[in-house]
């Protein structure tokens, strides 16, 4: 029996390649002679450099660049020096996992060090940049980003605001009258990888849905939503060009829409990214059934996440698709595309403990798939 393993990361908990091979040592407890290939996956968010490099053999590289809160950081971001092609995610410069909760702060936050990895690489030579946008602490629209890429914006000169990022506020965008594109300015195809389709304004836009869990109030809420309005606008007006009700324009903060408008970048799904990176649907067609999962199995799981990605792509060629995860919604569409769901959740166990014992958990789920398959073998 041949079984491919492609989960994503148990957020907080295990990285891809570590849910992978728990899974594998559970089965193989069972099922000695399976024959059994990991393909750790990602969606465009955190581990999607990670996962495309560990299958395509990337070199990792190093730069200077900011924080979202404007410290200097050492970044690090994937290349193939062959394609000449970058690899990074914008959470390692602007994600939450650079904050502790207290320094949560979007008005405050900016991609700027995204801008510095981007100019990084364009500097190397890179021919293409895919870069996955999720994790982020930011909701500046691309702003910062822009800022660091050259851009110039109007209110800067009134206000005497000098090119650094700790100086600028996204509040400051309320007071936009005009940006200058940068006039020597040549980057490479930029691809942004992403898992979530909102669009940049509105009650299901970047502000209203994410920026709460980045530490915004209520009050913060409304006077990013204007300026991201005001931002769109003024984009509008000085490019010609409006990507607010784009299809994930509204990715990590506004920065698919900032991309989109100062890079000329082209948003595509996550998942898609990375499965044509890593060669699944080959992969696939040698399997005999495939096993995937993610820490939480919900609704939002059929907008783009991994498993139902890789449930899709199964079920296109005609293979059984499993997954283990750390807790599943009863969600009956999402059961409906899978042969079988395995939760870590046994009766009495806390949400901590859950966690805590995940690579257990796992590998005892998967010991008990694995009886399940030994049954008709």
Avoid at 13 to 30: F, P, R, S, Y
Avoid at 190 to 213: C, M, S, W
Avoid at 236 to 242: K, L, N, S
Avoid at 327 to 349: H, K, V
Wanted: proline fraction near 3%.
């Amino acid at each position: 029996m041949r079984i491919l393993i492609a989960p994503d990361k148990f957020k907080g908990t295990l990285n891809a390649q570590e849910v992978a091979q728990n899974i594998a040592k559970g089965l193989l407890d069972v099922l000695p002679d399976a024959l059994v290939e990991l393909v750790p996956m990602a969606d465009g968010g955190e581990g999607t450099a990670g996962a495309i490099c560990d299958a395509r053999g990337c070199s990792w590289l190093k730069c200077e660049a900011h924080d979202s809160l404007g410290r200097e950081i050492e970044a690090h971001y994937g290349w193939i020096d062959q394609e000449k092609l970058a690899v990074m995610e914008m959470s390692e410069a602007a994600g939450m996992r650079r904050l502790s909760e207290t320094e949560r702060d979007p008005i405050r936050a900016a991609t700027f060090g995204v801008g510095e990895m981007i100019l990084d690489a364009t500097k190397r030579g890179a021919n293409e940049i895919i870069i996955g946008l999720g994790g982020s602490a930011t909701n500046d629209g691309g702003f910062g980003m822009a800022r660091a890429l050259g851009f110039r914006f109007d209110f800067e000169r009134e206000q005497e605001h000098e090119q650094e990022h700790e100086d600028v506020r996204v509040t400051d965008l309320l007071k936009l009258k005009k940006i200058e594109k940068p006039s020597h300015l040549e980057l490479p195809k930029i691809i942004a990888a992403v898992d979530v389709k909102n669009r940049l304004l509105g009650e299901n836009g970047a502000t209203r849905v994410f920026g709460p869990q980045k530490g915004a109030s209520k009050s913060d809420l409304d006077n990013l939503e204007r300026a991201l309005t005001r931002l769109a606008d003024v984009v509008a007006t000085e490019f010609g060009v409006d990507y607010r009700d784009e299809a994930g324009a509204g990715a990590a903060g506004g920065l698919g829409f900032g991309l989109l408008s100062f890079c000329g970048a082209k948003i595509r799904p996550g998942f898609e990214v990375v499965a044509e990176a890593v060669g699944l649907e080959l992969k696939m067609k040698d399997a005999d059934l495939v096993i995937t999962g993610e820490g939480s199995l919900d609704r939002q799981t059929l907008e783009g996440k991994t498993p139902a990605g890789v449930a899709r792509l199964a079920r296109k060629l005609g293979k059984p698709v499993f997954a283990i995860v750390g807790r599943a919604s009863e969600d009956r569409e999402l059961r409906e595309i899978f042969e079988g769901i395995y939760q870590n959740t046994p009766p009495g166990i806390s949400e901590q403990e859950n966690m805590k014992w995940a690579a257990e958990l796992l590998r005892d789920n998967a010991r008990e798939l694995a009886e399940t398959l030994g049954v008709g073998l």
